[in-house]
């Protein structure tokens, strides 16, 4: 990264970790809007960001296009759930292991597609089904209750992973997502990262000068298979319950794969950017609905305006957002 | 070096190669020539393992590598380049010439050297930074090579490196293939320009419905008339020759 981008982003995490007090001070002096409505909505951008790198990673860098990646999630999900409530792990010991249960998902179903050699909108679809799949599963085997789902013992404290105050779940997703941030930056930068970006660009060439591209491939799925269901298993411990549509519905596949293509997917910041467009949609059409009383039966309207605004990037600016950025710097630098 | 024998590949019973068998030593250039549709790059995926063969066996170095798979190939020294260039569009030249590189080491700043030396060694220094889909004919085929070469090959096999550039250019990559060559690399290339093929190899191979049928120097397969016949048809050869009685 350039002195100035690491400068940026130096300033940009500075930024993050005041936020929360910024917007405190702001609410003591009469900001109208509630400060713990703000710093749920910056939880929010850095969960959605996290959860779309995670998508990022696989189908972004390495262009294993997935239509079905809330499989790591709700593994995650329903991992981190099972082993508390079942088993009454301590949630920080469960998280790691429900983030490996997610690799172990990631392994097993590039290991079976890419055996198999399905690339494209074949991976795309076994991914879907192996979704399905999975909901469909949670929703009938005992041990996750089925469409009862699983709900987690309210204990605030620190030692539960649960907190009365916002603000460190905010901090905690904000840590996550640096993370993802610092894994993606990695990818621009190794011997790993380059390979991933060959086997998208062209799998027969990456094949030729020495690549393992199943390999290659299958680790990268893990990779991705265990941010997916660290961010499944943070989800299931803000909101304290989990069922099968909420692990594994396709809306959360969609989440994922959209934030990372309006930011721009196979870029660092895409999915960080694709998350604060999504979020602020989502928030400014629900408030336009309580508001406005003509919206009030369009529902969802924040679908809506995702649809549209998946159009215009597809037509109009096919690497995302983050180009925006990249079109000027890399006209910059041939001046 | 190489020692490719009886090796034979059908696709849903046509067969592509049928029991072809050559041979290529070390620091030679040996060139595999043939009409359209004669096997040639099928017998290149068969020997760098794209395509499995049905029969027959590879040895590179006395070790058989037959059906091994291309990234096993490719890191015992072997590496083959694309007829149809397949650039990574996306990304720069340097990148591109990087994940050949790779091959080798792990380091990213040695992966970076490497690529800029091997830029200059095949003419594309100052291309270093353009996209990969940004490049002309010429320019693709030169990162075929440089790639290629930036593996860090002892046997390089080129798919007709130089289809569809001008005389000027044509020139320029014979002279980067001679220069290859000298350096310790020793080459098999698929070529229909002969002009090439003469300036370059010692020795051809014909291929012909999938068969070897003919194999010596550029100027005794020129004569040969049953090389004559595989490209101008059945009965070519004793009209030719009548033409010069």
Partial sequence: ?335 | MLEVRHLSKAFSGLKAVDGASLDVRAGEIVALIGPNGAGKTTLFAAIAGFHRPDAGTVRFDGADITGLAPHRICAAGMVRTFQITQPFAKISVRENIMVGAYARTADRTTAAVRAEVIARQVGMARQLDQLGADLTVAGRKRLELARALATGPRLLLLDEVMAGLNPTEITEIVDVIQAIRTSGVTILLIEHVMQAVTSLAERVYVLNQGRVIAEGTPAAIAADPGVVEAYLGHGAAARLGGGHA
């Fill in chain 1, 1 to 335: 990264m350039s002195r100035r981008g690491l400068a940026f982003a130096a300033g940009g995490l500075l930024l993050a970790i005041l936020y929360p007090l910024l917007v405190r001070a702001a609410g003591a002096a009469g900001l109208p809007i509630a400060p713990n409505y703000l710093i749920n909505v910056g939880m929010l951008v850095c969960f959605t960001a996290f959860i779309g790198q995670s998508w990022n990673i696989a189908g972004g860098f390495a262009g294993l296009m997935s239509f079905g990646h809330v499989v790591f999630f709700g593994t995650g999900a329903y991992g981190m759930a099972i082993l508390q409530v079942t088993y009454g792990w301590n949630p920080w010991l469960a998280w790691p292991v429900a983030a490996a249960l997610g690799a172990g998902v990631g392994w097993l179903i590039g290991a079976l597609a890419f055996r198999a050699g399905l690339r494209g909108s074949y991976f795309a679809l076994i991914t879907l089904a192996f979704a399905e799949v999975f909901r469909i599963l949670a929703n009938s085997v005992p041990f996750t209750r089925g469409g009862l789902g699983l709900l987690i013992k309210a204990e605030p404290h620190p030692a539960n992973l649960q907190f009365r105050d916002p603000i460190w779940i905010y901090y905690l997703a904000l840590l996550l997502c640096v993370i993802a941030l610092l894994i993606a930056w990695q990818l621009t930068r190794t011997r790993f990262g380059a390979r991933l970006v060959a086997i998208r660009e062209n799998e027969d060439a990456a094949r030729a000068l020495g690549i393992d591209v199943y390999a290659e491939k299958v680790k990268v799925l893990a990779l991705s298979g265990a941010m997916g269901a660290a961010g499944g298993a943070f989800y299931v411990q803000k909101y304290l319950y989990v069922d099968p549509w909420i692990a594994f519905g396709v809306d959360k596949s969609v989440e994922m794969l959209l934030v990372s293509m309006v930011g721009g997917a196979g870029t660092i910041f895409g999915p960080l950017i694709g998350a604060g467009a999504l979020t602020a949609i989502n928030e400014i059409t629900r408030t336009l609905a309580s508001v406005v009383p003509a919206l009030k039966n369009v529902q969802p309207l924040s679908l809506i305006v995702y649809g549209a605004m998946l159009v215009l990037i597809v037509a109009r600016l096919p690497d995302g957002l983050a180009s925006l950025f990249g079109r000027k710097r890399r006209e910059a630098g041939r001046a």
